[in-house]
């Protein structure tokens, strides 16, 4: 079936810091994906997408490019602040339905000190 | 303008009790989904309207799950019978077109005792 697996945490890194955050999928067919981030106290709120392969998402300085050789949607972000720490959810919109629900990854909690 | 809501944020059951869990979705929004979020996992998908219509309930864990959304706009999730392994977190999401955008909910958060 279609899934999503994405590194686990917590990750700790210090401002300024380059990030990385591991996703992986199984899907039959062509999924979008989508990056997640639910800050705390907060309702999940979407950061970027890609639709379809070798596109790139951006906002907020964080980027993923979707790499259908390597099924892969790896997060970055070249200089963390601590306003990022918050937990980080990879996901899919389910490729074989026309309505759009997501599957989503565990989750990854990132912490940054000043 | 106004987002997602949901109430109550937070809820306390004893076992066996029936909750009811309300979603107040983004003014015109055609869909809405409810998720499941057990601690430390990943939203999981409930069931999903278009309009009034219930078009995918194949996610509700149990019977004990039913979910309505009589005039097309606020939702309710009840629980009927409440076990301890229905404690998460409940989120709803609304999208204003059919595979459009979700905008999540704060969620309610359930704990049976």
């Known amino acids: 079936g279609n899934s999503v697996t994405q590194m686990e945490g917590p990750v700790t890194l210090s401002e300024e810091a380059f990030l990385t955050i591991n996703c992986t999928y199984t899907?039959?067919?062509?999924?979008?994906l989508f990056w997640y981030v639910q800050y705390p106290g907060e309702g999940l709120q979407l950061l970027l997408k890609?639709?379809?392969?070798?596109d790139k998402g951006s906002n907020k300085g964080f980027e993923a490019t979707y790499r259908k050789e390597t099924t892969s949607f790896h997060l970055e972000k070249g200089s963390v602040q601590v306003s990022d720490s918050a937990v980080y959810f990879c996901?899919?919109?389910?490729?074989?339905?026309?309505?759009?629900?997501?599957?989503f990854g565990k989750g990854t909690k990132l912490s940054v000190k000043p | 303008g106004a987002g997602v809501s949901q109430s109550p944020r937070y809820k306390v059951a004893k076992r066996g009790q029936d909750v009811a869990l309300r979603c107040d979705p983004i003014?015109?929004?055609?869909?809405l989904f409810w998720y499941q979020q057990a601690l430390g996992q990943g939203p999981e998908f409930l069931t999903y309207?278009?309009?009034?219509?219930?078009?995918?309930k194949s996610g509700l864990p149990s019977d004990r799950f039913f979910a309505e959304r009589p005039e097309g706009s606020v939702s309710t999730l009840k629980i009927q019978r409440t076990q301890q392994e229905d404690s998460a977190v409940y989120l709803c999401?609304?999208?204003?077109?059919?595979?459009?955008?979700?905008?999540f909910g704060p969620g309610t958060r359930l704990t049976v005792t």
């Open positions: 996901a899919l919109s389910d490729p074989g339905g026309s309505q759009g629900n997501l599957i």
């Open positions: 899907a039959t067919g062509y999924p979008s």
């Open positions: 890609a639709t379809k392969a070798d």
């Open positions: 003014s015109g929004h055609v869909s």
């Open positions: 309207f278009q309009n009034e219509a219930q078009l995918d």
């Open positions: 999401a609304s999208a204003g077109t059919v595979n459009g955008e979700q905008y």
